[in-house]
């Protein structure tokens, strides 16, 4: 769970490694089940990916209603990792951002860090 200073969470990342074998497999079935899910949401076309070396795919809510804003899976076929984020909606008074437009700019934010992150702590050790 992530949240920014003074605020509630924004994201709950769940993060899998998924043995070699059936990753291959199992990553068409969690796209599909992607599309699914996407059915009534916008999917984000204007993401990059790769970002920061994960193919990136997600989807948002066009407004600040529900418990989640957004669903992002991010999937690192080398190292045979799925990771699931769920950008959360919170009460206006205990959240970062104002408007959509605000949550957008921090999703994005979020992403670019959180793979950064990722990226640079799998780096090998010099």
């Known amino acids: 769970m992530f949240a920014y200073p003074d605020t509630d969470f924004f ?14 497999k199992e990553k068409p079935y969690l796209l599909d089940n ?11 076309t204007a993401l990059q990916s790769p970002l920061n070396g994960f193919e990136v795919h ?3 809510r066009d407004k600040l209603e ?8 991010l999937f ?5 990792t799925v990771t ?3 950008l959360l909606n919170q009460q206006p008074e205990a ?5 959509i437009e605000e949550y957008r700019t921090l999703r994005n934010q979020f992403l670019a860090s959180y793979t950064q992150c990722i ?3 799998m780096a090998p050790s010099k």
């Open 11 to 24: 994201a709950n990342v769940k993060a899998e490694t998924i043995p070699a074998a059936p990753y291959a």
């Open 34 to 44: 992607f599309q699914h899910m996407a059915h009534g949401n916008t999917v984000n």
């Open 58 to 60: 997600g989807l948002d």
């Open 66 to 73: 529900g418990g989640v804003l957004g669903v992002y899976l």
């Open 76 to 80: 690192d076929d080398a190292r045979h």
């Open 84 to 86: 699931t984020i769920y």
């Open 95 to 99: 959240r970062k951002f104002k408007t």
């Open 119 to 121: 990226q640079n702590n």
